[in-house]
């Protein structure tokens, strides 16, 4: 533009000059604030790249990201949202605190600039930031770094970006650098993934789950992952027998309560295997090597519920991104002396034999055949005939304060530390975990905890319909659905459960007799079988089984949690 031609555009009104002389004042003041700051930026990206390079972070090495130093490691401007912000690294924590421009009097503001953070423990992934074309794949203009970290929500966990903005690529090379060093050295974060899907589960959504949902969440932590989408029931089980562990820092189930109980079975199995542990006898097991992640994407989902709290996908994928973990006990069931199932659940009476009913109502869609055969059960209910023992533990008899009445099952068996039972049960249960789900809130088995050594027993004894009903009903109230004459609840080590044959009771036989007659006898035959619903499993087994709890042998991705969070309750038959 001509000198003259600015000159022509200058005002003539005084007044308009003197406005026009006020804005080219705050033009000249705002141009040095934005000096200032790139003069400041460019001090700053000078002088702590130098010092990264003589005082290297000192990252959590223990996995547990407990502060480590508070020393500031980096120090930088970024543009975070609309504003410029000098930003502080430390090996635990990442700071920033909005830059505010001098006041024209020269006066500092009163009002302190609101300071912001992220713990690093909190930080699962950092990439370089970079404008891209459509479908463009490499490349691009650099805008600067982005962190994603994992935050909670209630039971929810959900990721969230904070993009801190900085054209320098010297500077955005030297924060990255730094960052990927501190995040690399939470040493309880998955590096490789060994993945299960089934197709199958509940309405055959496992896979469109994993795809959207957790694979992205995996990459941005650039996680390895070996994906196998099972074929048949017991895939994940033969793979699982004979694959390399190590490998591997973790396995993932994408499936339901049955899926996860396969191959909860399969890291034990292998487990026991490679000790050398003989399976075909009483045996104290060893822990699995590797821990277990669990997607949930069936219809119960118990374990995922358990042990997140809640049903969400992203939610358990966080909680294995972030190295989350919690041992928790697992039950052994054994017949004959000879190992069927590790499991975190076992029922047997009416839980098994609607189980048993569903399995045949092949014509009826998958997702219907539960609540079909759950009404014909209840129609056709009767109960089985039973010897139930059991060694309680030292959580001993269950607080039944608001109970109705005494239990009528309170018969001491004899001798030693077993306790015997005989009679009438409409359902028994077995159980090494709460196993939330969104028809029981508060879990079938809300006395137990993930480890606490002791699986929850409920005995029902013999009611009428309505009486059984009301027990049921209340798995979804607040009220307390063991406070009947006829439940009997127990926190137990362990539980000898002997259904009684056409023939009747079967003689007693003592601990090694049943193991050496055990490499003889099949154990699942036709003839005289019970159906018990071992998580969510058919088991057709004769005589009587053992179970047993097992403290902490299996450690899942996740935490500890009350109780589930409420959600509708999709099983609308009671
Ligand atoms: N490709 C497959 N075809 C058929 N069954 C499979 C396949 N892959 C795995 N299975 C088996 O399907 C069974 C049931 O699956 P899963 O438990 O995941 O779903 P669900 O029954 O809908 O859920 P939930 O057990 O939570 O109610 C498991 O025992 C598993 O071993």
């Known amino acids: 533009m001509s000198e003259a031609m600015r000159e022509s555009e200058q005002p003539a009104c005084p007044r308009a000059q003197e406005n026009n002389s006020k804005k080219k004042k705050k033009k000249r003041k705002t141009r040095q604030q934005k000096q200032s700051q790139h003069q400041q ?51 635990s924590r990442i700071t920033w605190t909005p830059i505010e421009p001098d006041h024209p009097t020269g006066q500092s503001s009163v009002k302190k600039p609101q300071e912001d953070s992220v713990e690093l423990k909190d930080v699962f992934a950092v990439k370089v930031k970079r404008r891209r074309s459509v479908g463009q794949t490499s490349g691009g203009t650099l805008l600067g770094i982005t962190l994603f970290t994992c935050r909670p929500k209630g039971a929810k966990l959900k990721d969230h970006a904070v993009h801190l903005n900085n054209l320098s690529a010297d500077h955005c090379e030297i924060w990255f650098k730094q960052l990927k060093e501190i995040l690399n050295g939470f040493q309880s974060r998955p590096k490789s993934l060994k993945v299960f899907i089934n197709p199958c589960s509940h309405k055959k959504e496992a896979n469109q789950i994993y795809e959207d ?16 989408i099972t074929e048949r029931k017991g895939h994940a089980l033969s793979i699982l027998k004979d694959c390399r562990l ?41 822990q699995a090597a590797l821990p277990l992640g669990v997607i949930p994407a069936g219809s119960t989902d118990a374990v995922a519920c358990s042990v997140h709290g809640i049903r969400h996908p992203v939610t358990a994928a966080l909680h294995i991104i972030m190295g989350h973990r919690q041992a928790v006990d697992v039950c052994s069931v054994s017949s004959m002396g000879r190992l069927l199932r590790f499991c975190f659940s076992v029922m047997f009476g009416f839980g098994s034999r609607t189980l048993a009913a569903a399995e045949k109502l092949t014509w009826i869609p998958n997702t219907q055949r ?36 005494e239990s009528e099952l309170s018969d001491v068996g004899e001798g030693g530390p077993w306790q015997r039972r005989r009679g009438l049960f409409l359902n028994i249960s077995i159980m090494s975990i709460p196993c939330l789900c969104s028809i029981a809130p508060r879990g079938l088995a809300p006395f137990t905890r993930l480890n606490n050594s002791s699986m929850a027993l409920v005995a029902v004894g013999n009611a009428s319909r309505s ?29 000898r459960l002997r259904p009684r044959s056409h023939s009747g ?40 089984l053992l179970i047993r709890v097992h403290s902490r042998i299996l450690t ?10 409420e959600r509708p309750i999709k099983c609308s038959c009671i």
């Open 41 to 91: 930026q460019q001090q700053v990206g000078v002088e702590e790249g130098a010092r990264s390079s003589v005082d290297p972070p000192q990252p959590d090495r223990t996995g547990t990201g407990t502060e480590t130093g508070t020393d500031p490691l980096l120090r930088g401007i970024f543009q975070i949202g609309k504003k410029s912000h000098d930003v502080v690294l430390t090996a």
């Open 370 to 405: 539960r609540e079909v055969a759950f009404i014909t059960t209840l129609t056709n209910l009767k109960p089985e005939e039973c010897e139930l023992s059991f060694i309680p533990s030292s959580g001993g008899v269950v607080d039944q304060s608001d109970s109705e009445s």
């Open 505 to 544: 009771w079967t003689d007693e036989t003592s601990e090694e007799n049943e193991e050496s007659d055990s490499k003889n006898t099949p154990i699942i035959s036709s003839e005289g079988t019970h159906p018990w619903n071992i998580d969510g499993e058919l088991l057709e087994v004769p005589g009587e």
């Open 556 to 565: 899942l991705f996740g935490a500890d949690v009350e109780e589930a969070e």
């Open 467 to 495: 009486e059984f009903i009301k027990h049921l009903k209340r798995y979804s109230s607040t009220n307390n659905q063991f406070s009947f004459s006829f439940v009997e609840t127990q926190c137990v080590y362990a539980v």
């Open 213 to 228: 949902q957790v694979a992205p969440l995996f990459k941005l932590a650039d996680i390895k992952t070996d994906v196998t």
């Open 246 to 286: 190590d490998e591997y820092d973790g396995v993932v189930c994408v499936g339901g309560d049955g899926s996860v109980a396969e191959v909860a079975h399969g890291l034990l199995l292998r487990a026991q295997m490679d000790a050398g542990r003989d399976t075909d006898s009483i045996f104290m097991p060893v």
